[in-house]
């Protein structure tokens, strides 16, 4: 149980493109849903906590125009990052936390993006 | 925000030692999970720990909540124990889950 998935795995896009990655929980339902980036060898930086049905919550320093997310179900948040640049090449991690009494939190695999 | 310290940050180990990786957080934190990133980035969950000591297999884990650290053990390590272990935590208003600096541990043969 408690598995996420995340699509696509890697992505490569010419630079001024919008990129959409999809976070899903597939056996549990998620009222929270969290995003990361990461960058090599550093740990995990959170971007933004987004709840269903509401608008999410942007980390200091981290753009809402540039990466938009939302969160329409209680299965699945996106995040797209728009008219992407080289430099927002990273690997980027969604994770959820049950909508029920567990609070642990589960995380997909990731997806590359790198932007040319 | 809160700040969260693991050591050592780098480890290498003979396969079958013993380890033990330490996180010190510099605030209370709520839901502290241990998590293992294999190299292809997947970040697999090993303990959750808010208090207390688990054991899984060849894994342990203890927090001291009080004391706002906590130890993950590694016993008879083998090559697949290798990448890099997070320990993470809630704010207390639960909002927001800090990751700890990590520790990479490579077990070589």
């Known amino acids: 149980g408690a598995v996420v998935s995340q699509h696509p795995s890697w992505v490569i896009c010419k630079s001024g493109t919008s990129v959409k990655i999809e976070c899903r929980s597939l056996d549990f339902q998620a009222t929270t849903m969290f995003w990361y980036r990461q960058f090599p060898k550093q740990s995990l930086m959170l971007m933004a906590t987004s709840n269903e049905g509401s608008k999410a919550t942007y980390e200091q320093g981290v753009e809402k125009d540039k990466f938009l997310i939302n969160h329409a179900s209680l299965t699945l948040s996106t995040l797209t990052v728009t008219s992407a640049h080289p430099e927002d090449s990273s690997f980027y991690i969604c994770?959820?936390?049950?909508?029920?009494?567990?609070?642990?939190?589960?995380f997909g695999p990731g997806t590359r993006l790198l932007v040319l | 925000g809160i700040q969260v310290e693991q050591s050592p940050p780098d480890l290498i180990l003979q396969e079958g030692a013993n380890s033990t990786l330490r996180c010190n957080f510099s605030d209370s934190v709520n839901n502290l999970q241990w998590f293992h990133q294999n190299p292809w980035g997947q970040l697999i969950n090993l303990f959750y720990i808010p208090s207390g000591t688990k054991q899984n297999g060849r894994l342990s884990a203890t927090t001291v909540a009080t004391e706002r650290y906590s130890l993950l053990y590694i016993s008879s390590s083998q090559t697949t124990d290798s990448g890099v272990y997070f320990c993470?935590?809630?704010?207390?208003?639960?909002?927001?889950?800090?990751f700890g600096t990590g520790t990479s541990l490579t077990v070589i043969p």
């Open positions: 993470a935590g809630d704010s207390n208003t639960g909002n927001q889950f800090y």
């Open positions: 994770s959820a936390r049950d909508a029920g009494l567990s609070v642990t939190q589960y």
